[in-house]
Structure formats: structure tokens, C-alpha cells
């Protein structure tokens, strides 16, 4: 799994969305948070990771970051997942519970797809093979970004149609096959006992308020903080604030437990 990485310290996993690469943290990447080392992979098949003739779900994704800390010998690390990075972070926290020292959710919900919004993914995916992908770019560039974004950043814009425009027919489709079968995460909220953090652009036009609402107020603790005049990418929309909170949110968090910290005394 290919990757990028800036900073020394606490590991900080950012797991990009649909249909991305690792290229979405760019602003993150050059402003690390003090004793953080943030690493970026490209997920299965997106930037430079070979598909490798896999089956996209969510779990792969997950269980591919795993393997990561494995190789990197990273007992825990913090996990931040936008949008389809959403998915996969929860896919982590329930399955691998113990390799996540915290959470940031952004632009994210933990329900599943409906069964009309299921078969619109389904059918995008055969359209992506037959046609290419960019009816699903086209379609879905405009709800990415804030009214406001989109008439201040076009250079944002067109650096994240790139991306967009990089990611392989066979990838889109089985990542949109992958996130019409992701399990609803719903019921489940409760059972994530690590520090939690919820980012949402005021104006995400892609996750509706009330999904993001429903995490922070299942999962223990959770804080919410909202951007203003953001959408969808609320990192690339205002990094500045973007990078403050997440900033903040690693600055207040309890220090990891390490094996090596547990001194036993009879
Ligand atoms: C994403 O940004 O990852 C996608 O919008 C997620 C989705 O389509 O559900």
C-alpha cells in the first residue's frame, strides 16, 4: 500500500473519500499538528495502490490499514476518515478495536446506504464499466464543494477533478459496489469507548446534518464541530480551520498506552 507521510510522533491515519487519493490531505500534510506523524495512504486501487484484482468493501479497506500499522510496526494510531474514509474508520473501530487510539469523522454517517440508494450505486458501477467515469464525475464535482467554495476556490476545485479524473474505471465501480454492501453502523455507535471527534461542513450538500448529528450524539462523548461555509470537503474548503480543530482535538487527547509503560508491582 502506497502512502504519504510528513511529521514525527503519534501516528495519525487520514483515509481519504470517494473516488480520491491520498492527494485529498495535501493541506493537512503540510501542517502537521506538534509530536504527530500523519500518514496518507492511497486506498486499494486509488493514486498509487494496485487494485490487484481485489473485491472493494469497506472491511478490505480496513483490514489494508491494518496491515499498514503491521508493517510499520504501529501498535495504535488515531484514525480520521472522510466520507468513504468514514466508512472505513468505523469498519476499523468495530473490527480491530484495539488499533485505534481515537477518531475523527468527517463528512461521514455510520447508516448504510438505502435500497434505492444501494441500486443507484449499482447501477453507476455498471455505467463506470461500460462508459467510463465521467458521468459520475460530472454528477458528483458540483455537490463536493459549498456555493461559496466554488465561486472562491477554483484552483481547489480543479486540483480535486484531477484526482477525481485519476481514479480508475475498475476502482470506482467496485468502491461504489463497496459502499452500497457496507453494513449499517448505526446500533453500534455505542459500542466505540475512544475520544471521538465529528467535522461537518455547514453546507454538505452529500451527507445530510442529521447523519452527522446521530454519531455525535451515539458515540460516548463525541464532540461535533461544524465549519462554516464548507461542503463536503471541509479540509480542502478551509484548511485553516480544518487543521485548527483537528489540531486542538490531538492536543487534549490522553496520552496512547504502550505496553512498554506498564510497570507491575507486587
Ligand atoms: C465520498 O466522498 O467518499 C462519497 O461521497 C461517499 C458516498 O458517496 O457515500
Known sequence: MKYKESGAGDPLILIHGFPF???????QLANVAPGWHYIAPDLRGFGDTPLD????????????IVALLDDKGIDQAVMLGLSMGGYV?????????????????AATRANADTPDA?????????????NGTSAVIEGMLPKLFSAHSRMKLPETVAAVR????????????????????????TDRLGEIDVSTLVIRGEQDEIIP??????????????????????????????PEVFNNVLHKFLSGLPPAFKLGDLSLSF
Open 21 to 27: 487519493h491520498s492527494d485529498l490531505w495535501e493541506p
Open 53 to 64: 484484482g481485489a473485491t472493494l468493501t469497506m472491511d478490505r479497506f480496513a483490514d489494508d
Open 89 to 105: 474508520a468505523l469498519s476499523l473501530v468495530m473490527r480491530h478495536p484495539d488499533r485505534v487510539r481515537a477518531l475523527v469523522l
Open 118 to 130: 444501494a441500486e443507484k450505486r449499482r447501477q453507476q458501477a455498471a455505467d463506470v464499466r461500460a
Open 162 to 185: 484531477t484526482m477525481m479524473e485519476a481514479t480508475p474505471p475498475e476502482t470506482m465501480a467496485g468502491a461504489l459496489e463497496g459502499m452500497a454492501d457496507r453494513p449499517d453502523y
Open 209 to 238: 446534518a442529521g447523519d452527522m448529528e446521530a454519531i455525535a450524539r451515539s458515540v460516548r462523548g463525541a464532540r461535533q464541530e461544524v465549519i462554516s461555509l464548507a461542503g463536503h470537503l471541509p479540509n480542502r474548503e478551509d
